[in-house]
């Protein structure tokens, strides 16, 4: 035991004296020991996941332009005040809002069947009533390009390519250019309408909605998502050679100009009070399940993690840590893109040293990473809390990150970012479907996320270093 002691002494001491050599800022021994006990009682501590279960519960899903957006942005104020936060306010983002109405679809020909859908982000509505078409089928949106412009008059073109399943989600981006950009390509083919398998993992018969390319108005034809047990049952059915005749009726509403807002809290820093640590995830949700996955958990990891910060420290660390509660991230970035862009027009974007965002699910964090752009001299400092993570089974990886959806605008304007990588094997079991609920959540799993963004957070907070 000694022996042991005696040589993590001599470790430290060639760590520091390395870093005295290049110059660079030391983790201090007290702030690894207090991001150490941190770990250890957030380990135990089920505050994430209890915020989690009241937003979802008392407020349930988070759509732009609805109710239930507007009492997801009152519960985050009421919350970050109850959770005593030293600032807290809210900032209006304008936008154009989008919200679904009827959306059936059912196979006429050979025989009747009623199919599962929803209308996809920003989907145009049908004729009243709905359409009557063929279904023309192409097996990726590669296979569509290949199709003649305007060969596709009076048919819905179908899409059928299935998303691969991954624990980092890499799955989702090839998959996901049918949901994003099909409608343009069957506008330009003379389709009446884009039929897609849904961007999912699952074999259950909840279909995933998803924003498309259209960021105000309508898509360029009617644009949905089948779920998967149905999209095989097309696909079956044309096996045996048949052409379906579907009918599909979407009725949905342009809610012309509205206004969202990012709800910030502060826990201000005690010696660097206009440098800011940057967490987050985003509180609007789509409008079929409550939002847990995706982003209630963010949200609640990302409060829990600054209140429980300042809950267990005599002295508020030195930077501010500024919590986000992104609005409006499914309809394309739109609350972060406008905190940016006022941020790079004030001049404040300098005084951000660091950020991340949590919005990949309610999964156990296995690595961090960093964006190209923390420095060298700081690099060191993101090893170091990798290293007490550790034990949480938390890995250093490379890589680049942006740090999550979120960061991206702020990532592109110069903030380093560390990414928390969590588990998302199951994840896209439940993005975007009615089964994003409360339940599908381990309270463990939020109790490890919380261990591991506080010791992040609190080293980002309390190392007086520059991480740029
Ligand atoms: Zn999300």
């Known amino acids: 035991m000694k022996l042991i002691n005696m040589m993590a002494v001599a470790t430290l001491l060639v760590t520091a004296t390395t870093h005295a050599a290049n110059n660079l800022v030391p983790v201090a ?24 279960r009241s937003l979802t519960t008392e407020v349930g ?107 980092d989600g890499a799955g989702y981006g090839p998959a996901n250019i049918a949901r994003s950009k099909g409608h343009e390509l069957a506008a330009q083919k003379g389709a009446s309408a884009i039929l897609i398998r849904s961007i999912g993992t699952d074999d259950h018969r909840n279909p995933h909605t998803g924003a498309t390319s259209v960021a105000m108005g309508y898509t360029q034809v009617p644009a949905v998502a089948l779920s998967n047990p149905d999209a095989d049952q097309l696909v079956r059915l044309m096996g045996y050679g048949h052409t379906p005749k579907m009918r599909l009726n979407v009725q949905t509403k342009d809610l012309g100009d509205i206004v969202t807002k990012n709800v910030i809290g502060e826990i201000t820093g005690s010696e660097f009070p206009d440098e800011v640590v940057v967490i987050g995830g985003h509180l609007d949700s789509w409008d079929l399940g409550t939002g847990a996955v995706d982003d ?41 893109r406008a905190y940016a862009k006022a941020r790079e027009a004030d001049g404040t974007i300098d005084k951000h040293m660091i950020g991340s965002e949590s919005d990949f699910g309610a999964g156990p964090v296995y690595g961090l990473r960093s964006s190209k752009n923390v420095s060298a001299k700081a690099i060191h400092v993101v090893d170091t809390m990798a290293g007490i993570m550790g034990e949480l089974g938390v890995s250093r990886r490379s890589g680049d990150t942006s740090g999550g959806p979120d960061m991206m605008p702020l990532s592109a304007l110069g903030v380093p970012a560390l990414g928390l990588m969590q588990d998302g094997t199951d994840y896209f079991d439940l993005h975007h479907t009615p089964d994003d609920t409360f339940d599908k959540v381990n309270p463990d799993h939020m109790r490890q996320n919380l261990a591991a963004w506080t010791v992040f957070t609190y080293i980002a907070a309390q190392w007086p270093g520059s991480f740029k």
């Open 29 to 52: 021994e007290k702030t690894q020991e207090t991001a150490t006990s941190l770990r250890d009682k957030a380990f135990k501590d089920d505050s994430a996941y209890e915020i989690l």
């Open 61 to 167: 899903s988070r759509h732009p332009g609805t109710p239930g957006e507007k009492a997801g942005i009152q519960w985050g104020v009421n919350k970050l005040k109850a959770l005593g936060f030293d600032k807290i306010y809210t900032e209006d983002v304008k936008m154009n809002g989008w919200v679904r109405g009827i959306e059936t679809a059912e196979v006429l020909v050979p025989s009747y069947q009623k199919m599962i859908i929803t209308a996809l982000g920003r989907s145009k509505s049908t004729p009243e009533g709905g359409l009557e078409a063929d279904i023309a089928h192409f097996e990726t949106y590669a296979d569509l390009e290949k199709a003649k412009d305007g060969s596709l008059q009076g048919k819905i073109a179908f899409i059928s390519n299935r998303m691969e399943r991954f624990k």
């Open 296 to 336: 209630g958990a963010g949200v609640a990891i990302a409060m829990a993690t600054a209140a429980f910060i300042k809950n267990n420290t005599d002295v508020n660390p030195r930077r501010t840590i500024r919590v986000i509660l992104w609005g409006a991230e499914e309809l394309g970035l739109i609350g972060a």
